[in-house]
């Protein structure tokens, strides 16, 4: 694959501003580590999303799609191809008739919730302090304090791998526990509609301020973190699990176990990718050998260990 004719080709169909060669991962992470991506590009059209889908699809170039990056590690050897960012499709539009926000998959779900409660409609309370994109949530069915996407998701507009465009109705999303149809199908969403209910702003706002008192009191936000990295295990929580094995305050590398909420791995001095997955590796085996349960990553591992020579 030659990384240059691929990034000749684009300079075709997109605006310079939107792309760029070698560019650090680190800079979109929030644990900020990884490696550069071969070819880093920032579409702001519907039209131009598919352009690059369709591209990549033809010639066989890998692509893979980031948002913000609070809930990925990417390995120290970056990502090879083309690595695709969202986040200039960020617009949210409210129908208050309809009771219902549009929001395009690089939106912050977080401004979802503060549109929601400007407008005082309720039931996006739960995704007030959730830190990624419209995107990310639906990918994984984000959920918070009793709520999830499934909830409030009423239908969304994707484009597949061929770059086909297409929209979906509630019962296509294939909803579980932090997953959904789109991590099977790798369907690149472009948008989502979410369906609210009328509401008293007072009441709205009381409940975000609890949430977000209640988050920033249990999680360890004055550190760069992938937020909960693990799934929550049938019958068990997993960050009780991992407390229990005498965990927390564990480090490797620059990487920790969070003494403050044992659910989470915080980047305390310059850790890398690498630490981090030693440490994740680390945790499920000793929680393992204590108490037979095989904790599954909720936060997704995706690139390369080593640069390409």
Excluded: W
Excluded at 1 to 7: A, G, K, Q, R
């Amino acid at each position: 694959m030659n990384t240059n004719e691929i990034y000749q080709y684009l300079l075709t169909i997109l605006p310079q501003d939107d792309l760029k060669q070698d560019e650090p991962l680190k800079n979109y992470t929030y644990i900020k580590v990884g490696g550069k991506a071969d070819i880093f590009v920032t579409p702001s059209t519907y039209e131009d999303v598919q352009r690059v889908v369709r591209y990549a699809h033809e010639h066989q170039v890998p692509l893979t799609c980031v948002g913000y990056g609070s809930n990925v590690i990417i390995r120290d050897g970056g990502i090879r191809g083309i690595t695709m960012s969202l986040v200039k499709l960020n617009s949210i539009h409210v129908s208050e008739h309809e009771r219902t926000i549009t929001a395009q998959s690089g939106a912050a779900i977080i401004d979802a919730s503060r549109t929601a409660l400007a407008h005082s409609l309720t039931g996006l309370e739960f995704a007030c302090g959730i830190p990624g994109t419209v995107g990310g949530a639906l990918y994984m069915n984000a959920g918070a304090y009793g709520g999830e996407i499934s909830f409030v998701l009423a239908k969304a507009i994707a484009v597949t791998l061929q770059g086909e465009m297409y929209h979906l109705s509630r019962e296509d999303f294939a909803f579980g526990y932090r997953q959904s149809s789109f991590a099977s199908n790798h369907a690149i969403i472009l948008e989502a509609t979410f369906e609210l209910e009328e509401g008293v702003y007072a009441a709205i706002k009381e409940k975000m301020d609890e949430l977000t008192y209640l988050r920033e009191s249990k999680q360890p936000l004055e550190y760069p973190s992938c937020g909960s990295v693990f799934k929550r295990p049938p019958q068990h929580f997993a960050g009780k699990l991992i407390q229990d094995s005498g965990l927390q305050g564990t480090k490797i590398g620059g990487v920790e176990v969070s003494t403050k909420h044992a659910g989470f791995m915080v980047n305390v001095s310059n850790g890398t990718a690498q630490d981090y997955i030693e440490l994740i590796t680390f945790v499920q085996t000793t929680v393992q050998q204590k108490f037979g349960v095989m904790l599954e990553t909720e936060v997704k591992i995706i690139g390369e260990d080593n640069v390409a020579e």
